[in-house]
């Protein structure tokens, strides 16, 4: 081993010994008035713990760093030179204690990520070899070792190694880890499994489609690990500011020492102005905050994302999918024809290629009707669905589509559907070879907990709630009504929600959008912070600043809440760290504090900011209440 | 080829840095980054030039270990 790892293994019983040396001084200068044992005690006590220091001083010097550790081996080589031991070695032995104590702090701030880490597959069963009636050979295979293409066999108990598609067996998958879904899911051939998940019950094989860093959950885990180290604005000023501060520490005590002529103040003004508790202070509150937002499945992405996020003061949804559970479903049939069966077939027959939310309510509305395959059908955007069918021109669609075409609503028709859209029912219209045949009415129920936390984020002061939305004005009144959103925009395209989220930021407001992630990509995009409800999709994960595991507003809420209390202890920190220096050398030039006393409250500063962040990650109060 | 080393938990912000740089310099090396919160290395190197256990020789030299 090299003499680093030496270095590290001795770290502790060297600071004890020093601790005990110093003790042992103590009592034979104070009470036996040995001076001479004293200070032979307090010079080796210096030496145990000062030449760590001095040995990383060096180091950081070689990477043309001034390190904090330079100053305070100036400080406690200095105070030797002028016979001051008993003061060099406190401060150098409180260091260390202190460096201790810190890392110790340290780990348990970071491990909050673990939890998460630890769900890592290890190893996979590979089937080699397929034999007669079923049966097959396997070999256990590192998870790292999976290829693509490999089939893999998952035994009940057993950690998903890879993503991928199952193509035997069924069995439950708990997949919280990335869904949010609490219940274990059924899977059987042909469904996708997640790598990380753990199959309950049951046993699979199965093809791996992702594997290694590609899988989702090796994104998350690599997103979230970046986000601890990605530096907010603030961070990285301090660490460039860091950078001149502390060398001009050096300059600080050279001038005050030219000043008042005066050792022992020119030095104790090395300690005093550490910045140590302000280098430490912001990183480890975004650590912390990142670390407790990753055990309740909100993927904070860095100091960055953090600070905007939290700063948000508008709020905009997206309505289906985001306020609602995002499957539709048909409520209500009108017919305008002797032959409703036959319209709703030739209706499907069109939206078949469609991926809109409505064609696949209508899809699954008309699975018993009679399938026809359309000659051809193609999509108007914003407006719906036209196609031949059977030699049929079907049009399936908003009104927009059939004031297109020429064709005009029925009284009864336009009645009809302006009563269903003031229900908050989505509605569209069947017409086959220019006549109106038939109207869908068609709802989406809201999300159980949307309301609750509408409220919750208004009452946090979130001052401006939108509500936009490519659905009917009528149906998007109704829904913003209902959950308390107090302004709506409904018949929106892609592009007019853009123009929207321009517009507010032009106000000078700090626009979160929530959306479903796949057809509002730009507004996503364009807003300070986007957030897509894709319940752990690739898409979700890419596109989104903060990253909802649970696709739900609660999620949302705790988001925001955890965004803003790490800021603010970031804030405290600082405001700590720099008031703890102020202080400190107000104290020195009036003459009250000494160099160790100095270096026992710069210690207790960082570790109060460590303390501090570790805040974060105790679970609050309120939460527990609510949910006994 | 790109790969991940998971190291003891590194303790100082120099020591990322440190290691970092000892990795960059290293030759066959086409970057390396280290993640301090998580204490990983990541490193993209050609592999016709040096391997992943030459890599993790040049991290344990500055006195670190290697989890995995």
Known sequence: ?628 | MKKTIQMEELVCPMCAQKIETALRKAPGVISATVLYNASKAKVEFDETQTSLEELMRVITALGYEIVR
């Open chain 1, 1 to 628: 081993m090299k003499w680093n790892a030496w270095r590290k293994r001795l770290a502790l019983p060297l600071l004890w010994s020093a601790g005990a040396l110093i003790v042992l001084a103590a009592v034979f200068g104070r009470w036996m008035d040995w001076t001479i044992p004293a200070s032979a005690c307090y010079l080796a006590a210096f030496a145990l713990s000062g030449v760590p220091i001095l040995f990383r001083a060096v180091q950081a010097l070689r990477f043309k760093t001034v390190s904090i550790e330079l100053l305070v081996s100036i400080a406690a080589v200095g105070a030797c030179a002028i016979g001051e031991f008993n003061e060099s070695a406190m401060v150098a032995f409180l260091f260390q204690l202190g460096s201790f104590l810190e890392q110790k702090t340290m780990k348990k701030t970071r491990s909050a990520i673990k939890t998460l880490t630890e769900l890592a597959p290890a190893t996979a069963w590979r089937i080699v070899k397929n034999g007669e009636n079923g049966a097959f050979e396997t070999e256990e295979i590192d998870a790292d070792e999976v290829e693509i293409g490999d089939v893999l066999l998952v035994k009940t108990g057993g950690k998903i190694a890879s993503d991928g598609v199952v193509l035997k067996g069924e069995g439950y998958a708990a997949e919280a880890s990335i869904t949010g879904e609490p219940l274990a899911k059924h899977k059987a051939a042909g469904d996708f499994v997640y790598a990380g998940t753990l199959l309950d019950s049951g046993s699979l094989q199965m093809r791996a489609v992702k594997v290694g860093e590609d899988t989702t959950f090796a994104k998350i885990i690599a997103l979230v690990e970046q986000a601890q180290d990605a530096k907010s604005p603030v961070e990285r000023w301090i660490d460039r500011f860091a950078k001149y501060y502390t060398p001009a520490v050096i300059l600080l005590a050279a001038a005050v020492l030219l000043l008042t002529r005066k050792i022992d103040t020119a030095i104790t003004v090395l300690v005093l102005a550490c910045p140590g508790a302000l280098v430490i202070g912001a990183p480890i509150a975004n650590v912390a905050g990142i670390g407790r937002g990753a055990q309740e499945g909100v993927l904070l992405k860095g100091g960055d994302s953090i600070h905007t996020f939290a700063r948000t003061d508008t709020l905009v949804f997206d309505k289906t999918g985001t306020l609602t559970e995002g499957t539709p479903e048909v409520c209500v049939q009108k017919d305008y024809t002797a032959e409703p069966e036959k319209a709703l077939a030739l209706a499907a027959a069109a939206e078949r290629v469609s991926d809109h939310p409505l064609a696949q309510a209508i899809l699954r509305y008309a699975a018993e009707a009679p399938s026809y395959e359309a000659e051809s059908a193609q999509t108007v955007r914003g407006c719906g669905m036209e196609a031949v069918v059977c030699t049929r021109r079907a049009l399936v669609g908003n009104q927009r589509l059939m004031e297109r075409h020429g064709i005009e609503l029925p009284e009864q028709a336009d009645r009809e559907m302006e009563a269903l859209q003031a229900e908050g029912a989505s509605t569209v219209l069947i017409a086959v070879d220019g006549k109106i045949q038939m109207l869908l009415g068609i709802s989406d129920r809201l999300k159980a907990d949307a309301a609750e936390n509408i409220a919750r984020m208004k009452a946090m002061g979130v001052k401006n709630l939108l509500l936009l939305s490519g659905d009917n004005a009528s149906a998007v009144a109704k829904v913003a009504a209902g959950l308390g959103i107090p302004d709506c925009r409904g018949e929106l395209l892609p592009q007019d929600k853009l123009a929207v989220i321009r517009e507010l930021q032009a106000q000078g407001r700090v626009v979160t959008f929530v959306g479903d992630g796949i057809n509002d990509s730009p507004a996503l995009a364009a807003s300070d912070t986007g957030i897509a409800m894709g319940s752990g999709t690739d898409v979700a994960i890419d596109n989104s600043d903060v990253v909802l595991i649970r696709s739900d507003l609660e999620s949302l809420a705790r988001a925001l809440n955890l965004a803003r209390r790490t800021v603010r202890v970031l804030y405290e920190n600082i405001a700590l760290a720099v008031s703890t220096v102020a202080l400190l050398l107000a104290g020195l030039f009036a003459g009250s504090v000494h160099m160790s006393a100095g270096m026992l409250i710069h210690e207790a500063s960082i570790l109060a900011v460590i303390l501090n962040a570790m805040r974060l990650l105790i679970p609050s109060r309120k939460k527990k209440e609510r949910k006994p």
